[in-house]
């Protein structure tokens, strides 16, 4: 089974900083380096917000305006991982996160978000 | 960036219902709509891409439709793992967005 699994989340005050880390299962049938990637998050006022993708190879990469400047999503293909650095958080950046692949193997990405992790979330408080 | 309108909100079905769920883009996004449903406490689950393609495992009771602007998803006979929220995703632009969610209650 594929699966991803996200780690790193935790509360933080205004201004902090946060690393979220992704990995994707060592299963022959996820070769993860094959995939754009994406992070996601969820809250319950906003519903659901993309927040960043990457690109199998990394060289493609792009934002939410509202977090470009403060968020940098990389990669490690040899370790099957994803991270996300939070920086300057704010309240609003108060969310679960889930990191996503993005659907069909070395595809643009078009085709929605086929797999997904369990979510950390980040709470962001004084 | 486009904005995404579902509707409704939400709406209360019953079990063999044929239920369909509308999603409207503020610009012209072709064919690259996708639907999720997701439960309580869970991530979300790919239904269908591109407008009309089901994913893998998904039962065929699914089917979604449109182009352009307006798309829909539709549950032909609703069954009781379909109560969820489902939500319309746009992949046209490379800044992905979100519809805010249908809930389908009992």
């Known amino acids: 089974e594929v699966q991803l699994v996200e780690s790193g989340g935790g509360l933080v005050q205004p201004g902090g900083s946060l690393r979220l880390s992704c990995v994707g299962s060592?299963?022959?049938?996820?070769?993860?380096?094959?995939?754009?990637m994406s992070w996601v998050r969820q809250t319950p006022g906003k519903g659901l917000e993309w927040v960043a993708i990457?690109?199998?190879?990394?060289?493609?990469?792009n934002y939410v305006g509202s977090v470009k400047g403060r968020f940098t999503i990389s990669r490690d293909n040899a370790k099957n991982s994803l991270y996300l650095q939070m920086n300057s958080l704010t309240v609003e950046d108060t969310a679960v996160y889930y990191c996503a692949r993005m659907n069909l193997p070395a595809a643009p990405p078009r085709y929605g978000m086929d797999v997904w992790g369990q979510g950390t979330t980040v709470t962001v408080s004084s | 960036d486009i904005q995404m309108t579902q509707s409704p909100s939400s709406l209360a079905a019953s079990v063999g219902d044929r239920v369909t769920i509308t999603c409207r883009a503020s610009?012209?996004?072709?064919?690259?709509l996708n639907w999720y449903q997701q439960k309580p406490g869970k991530a979300p689950r790919l239904l269908i891409y591109?407008?009309?393609s089901l994913q893998s495992g998904v039962p065929s009771r699914f089917s979604g439709g449109g182009s352009g602007t307006y798309f829909t998803l539709t549950i032909s006979s609703l069954q009781s793992e379909d109560f969820a929220t489902y939500f319309c995703q746009q992949s046209y632009s490379t800044t992905l967005t979100f519809g805010g969610g249908t809930k389908v209650e009992i």
């Open positions: 060592e299963f022959s049938e996820f070769t993860f380096s094959r995939y754009w």
């Open positions: 610009q012209g996004i072709s064919s690259y």
């Open positions: 591109a407008t009309t």
């Open positions: 990457i690109k199998h190879d990394g060289s493609e990469i």
